[in-house]
């Protein structure tokens, strides 16, 4: 099973054709109870899980790999409608949801999972992800998706920065080095005065990650600013985990609505879109924010502060 609910990235492994799925469904490990799910992607070897609740993997679901896990989904209408049930293994956890690898896909369960995938995406031969909306229909919805969405990001910006100083000055309250202290309130002053020129520069990056319109893909991230593990100096590298820790804090709070969104521009652009290249993404979101913040000179601890802020 690819480790990834939206099947976007990296390179296609397995021997079955893996479709996009959004079934709700319960989970369960050996005798544990039922965790409320929802089936985002299947093939006839296994699907992928992603939870709805606040039960990530954490230690003591990492202790379950290989262990059992059954899949139970209701699916169809009427006198179609049926309740089926998928017994495997699991294959892998992720901080949002289990990989379940199945010796023996139920047919009836598979039939229902493909009516549901037939569904989502809009009839036959949909799975491609190729929209029928007219070319000027398409832009207008993408337009539309960056209008949306620098409205939002101008009514939470003032919030921002009021957060960020408060944020500041309660660590300045709770560290108990005399220069640190002195460094957090210093550093709410200089965040105020800045506050014009960083919103700027945040704009400005988050932007430039937009496709334009008529475009057909969608930007990837720059080599230079990836959040992926590179060999870097030790402050940058404590800052990149600061910042990967609040990217993946935001994306499981946010993974059902977020790979609703990813699935449905996806179509709309006739793009790949994952967690890595969406240009509304928490990711996208959080790395312009770096970049606007770097010419401040703060150090790592304060930064981490601003990324919970933001």
């Not at 939870?51 to 209408?77: C, M, P, S, Y």
């Not at 990650?209 to 590298?237: D, K, M, W």
């Not at 404590?238 to 609505?257: G, H, M, P, R, Y």
Request: with cysteine; hydrophobic share 40%; charged share 25%.
């Amino acid at each position: 099973m690819n480790k990834h609910p939206t099947g976007t990235r990296g390179k296609e492994n397995r021997r079955h054709t893996r479709l996009t799925a959004s079934q709700l469904a319960t989970i369960r490990f050996d005798d544990s109870a039922p965790l409320r799910a929802v089936i985002r992607d299947f093939c006839q070897a296994g699907l992928f899980v992603a939870f709805t609740e606040q039960n990530r993997t954490d230690g003591a679901f990492r202790a379950l790999a290989g262990g059992r896990a059954n899949v139970e989904f209701e699916a169809g209408v009427g006198a179609n409608k049926g309740r089926y049930r998928i017994e495997g293994q699991v294959a892998h956890l992720t901080s949002v949801g289990v990989g379940v690898f199945v010796t023996h896909m139920p047919e009836g369960a598979l039939q229902a999972l493909v009516e549901g995938n037939k569904a989502l995406n809009g009839g036959e031969g949909a799975e491609a992800g190729v929209s029928t909306l007219s070319p000027e229909r398409s832009q207008a919805l993408q337009q539309e998706c960056v209008v949306r969405f620098f409205r939002f990001l101008e009514e939470v910006l003032p919030d921002t920065l009021q957060l960020g100083k408060k944020y500041l000055h309660e660590a300045a309250q709770n560290d108990q080095s005399f220069m640190q202290r002195t460094r957090y309130s210093q550093g709410a002053d200089e965040l105020e005065v800045a506050w014009k020129r960083v919103q700027e520069d945040f704009l400005v990056a988050v932007r430039r990650r937009i496709p334009q319109q008529g475009e057909a893909t969608v930007q990837p991230v720059a080599p230079s600013e990836s959040s992926e593990l590179a060999l870097v100096e030790e402050s940058e590298f404590e800052d990149w985990l600061n910042l990967s820790a609040v990217i993946t804090q935001i994306e499981n709070a946010v993974v059902l609505e977020l790979t609703e969104f990813e699935r449905r521009y996806q179509r709309l652009t006739g793009s790949l879109v994952s967690h890595k290249n969406d240009p509304f993404g928490p990711e996208a979101i959080c790395l312009a924010y770096q970049g606007a913040l770097r010419p401040l000179g703060f150090n790592n601890s304060m930064r981490a502060v601003l990324y919970r802020a933001l």
